[in-house]
């Protein structure tokens, strides 16, 4: 076979992985549409196969960057959760990392020049989930030497494939083996892939100090700028409709205006909506029975059956009125008080920083749910972009700041405003050279 078929016969091969990914994705979306919470015929706080393939979203991060692709294996690209085109490999993409965090292996700690090599020697996918995360959530593991993580990257070693990650509360970092997955499959995802120029600011030479995991690209990006409201508005009415979804009885309940809200008392729960949008769930005493804690039969351990609850509750409340906005679990914490599951809203896998905190929290205590709030908001795009600074001149300017140290990290910010634009964030001190 002479070079110009073999290369025909290449490209034609990775065309039809790429439709073969985006056909698997449409199916799922389609199974969620077919059997979406709070639809007629579906208790939107039970089981069901619908929130079986939810559950893939808690290993599904806002970005994903794949390093050793295209055909010769040596480029890299940066992918944001919501793109255009990127449902399909994100969705490929969150299998792998299923399929490797069920491995039983034992996590070794390993060195920071490990985690570099990791990340840009090796053919494998760097997953940023952009939050706290207990491992025990995304493997469904309960075991006391389980770290709390925001990075993961997988990657083809010389013996399979391996899992490097970085334990938040400790700062070390772990490796270790992945005794099932077949590394043909990473490599098959990432050959379909086209490189861009994204280098980390530990290989970058005008990093400025920053956060040594901090994603670069040499040219300014173009985020939307995006039209903010409140798709719930004031009033009982708006109240009653949101009872409804939660399945709470409007007949049984009382009301009564109080402060710039609306308030609802059913049994010993209380329901609050704001002129904001913000509605607050407070149960008496130790919690309700009206939220069970259930889950799909494959969550045996607490905090990934709490945040399987948590997000039913949120679905049933949110979709459909956030627009273009997606959710994402950014922090799930054990308190003296209780453990606290939160939520960010993304746009295009940019997250979006609420004056009033986070989208969605929730507080959990034994078998119920004590109280929750929901910050409801909705996002449609303007057809206008936001106007950032090139990353270069952007570090320039954090370095001028005196926030050395810090990752440089693009966010929409939402201050209650009709619009919301995207912009860079110093964001704090997560990794470092060890």
Same mark, same amino acid.
């Given at each position: ?14 065309? &039809? ?10 199916w ?6 077919t059997?979406? *919470? ?11 196969? &619908? +929130?079986q393939?939810?559950?893939?979203? +808690?290993?599904? *991060?806002?970005?994903?960057v ?15 959760w919501g ?12 299998s ?14 390993t ?11 090796r ?5 940023? =989930? !952009?939050? +706290? ?9 309960h ?21 490097c ?5 400790? %700062?070390? $970092? ?6 099932v997955g077949n590394?043909?499959?990473?490599e ?30 040499p040219?300014? *990006?173009?985020?939307?700028? $995006?039209?903010a ?14 009872? #409804?979804?939660? %399945? =709470?009885?409007v007949?049984?309940?009382?009301? $009564? ?11 010993n729960?209380?329901? @609050? ?13 130790? #919690?309700?029975d009206? =939220? *069970? ?18 997000? /039913? ?5 949110? @979709? ?5 906005? @997606? ?7 054990e308190?003296k008080?209780?453990?606290l ?7 295009n896998g940019?997250?979006? /920083? ?7 929290? =929730? ?18 795009p303007?057809?206008n ?7 270069? !001149? ?7 700041? %005196? ?16 619009k ?11 990794s470092?050279?060890?």
């Amino acid at each position: 076979m002479d070079k110009s078929k073999k290369k025909t016969l290449t490209e034609l091969g990775k065309d &039809v992985l790429i439709v073969l990914l985006a056909c698997s994705a449409l199916w799922l979306a389609d199974r969620i549409r077919t059997v979406m *919470p709070g639809t007629e015929g579906t208790d939107p706080f039970r089981p069901s196969e &619908v +929130q079986q393939l939810e559950h893939m979203e +808690q290993v599904r *991060p806002l970005r994903l960057v794949a390093n050793g692709v295209g055909g010769t294996g040596s480029g890299r690209c940066l992918l944001y959760w919501g793109e255009e085109n990127s449902e399909a490999v994100f969705q490929q993409a969150s299998s792998l990392l299923t399929e490797a965090l069920s491995s039983p292996g034992k996590a070794e700690k390993t060195s920071r020049r490990h985690w570099e090599e990791a990340l840009t020697k090796r053919p494998g996918l760097y997953f940023d =989930f !952009q939050g +706290q995360i207990p491992m025990e959530v995304l493997t469904d593991q309960h075991r006391e030497d389980l770290p709390v993580v925001r990075r993961l990257v997988l990657y083809k070693a010389i013996n399979g494939m391996e899992l490097c990650y970085r334990d938040e509360t400790e %700062g070390t $970092y772990l490796a270790q083996q992945v005794a099932v997955g077949n590394p043909d499959h990473l490599e098959e995802l990432l050959a379909a892939l086209t490189g861009d120029e994204t280098v980390y600011a530990f290989e970058s030479a005008w990093s400025g100090g920053m956060d040594p995991d901090t994603l670069l690209h040499p040219t300014a *990006p173009t985020p939307p700028e $995006y039209l903010a409201s409140n798709p719930v508005g004031g009033g009982r009415e708006a109240l009653e409709e949101l009872m #409804g979804e939660l %399945g =709470f009885s409007v007949s049984t309940s009382s009301f $009564y205006a109080s402060g710039g809200e609306q308030v609802a008392r059913n049994g010993n729960n209380m329901l @609050r909506l704001s002129d904001w949008g913000t509605l607050r769930y407070e149960a008496d005493g130790e #919690g309700s029975d009206h =939220f *069970p804690i259930q889950s799909p039969g494959d969550l045996e351990h607490p905090l990934a059956r709490y945040v399987d609850t948590a997000r /039913r509750i949120t679905n049933a409340v949110m @979709r459909g009125r956030t627009e273009q906005a @997606r959710l994402y679990l950014n922090r799930v914490e054990e308190r003296k008080d209780g453990t606290l599951v939160t939520f960010g809203y993304s746009l295009n896998g940019i997250p979006v /920083r609420l004056k009033e905190g986070p989208a969605a929290s =929730f507080l959990f205590r034994g078998d119920h749910v004590v109280q929750f709030e929901l910050c409801l908001r909705s996002y449609t795009p303007s057809g206008n972009t936001s106007l950032v600074l090139p990353p270069r !001149q952007a570090a320039a300017a954090q370095e001028a700041m %005196g926030l050395e140290g810090q990752e440089l990290l693009l966010v929409y910010t939402d201050s209650g405003g009709d619009k919301v634009n995207a912009g860079w964030a110093a964001d704090g001190r997560s990794s470092e050279r060890k």
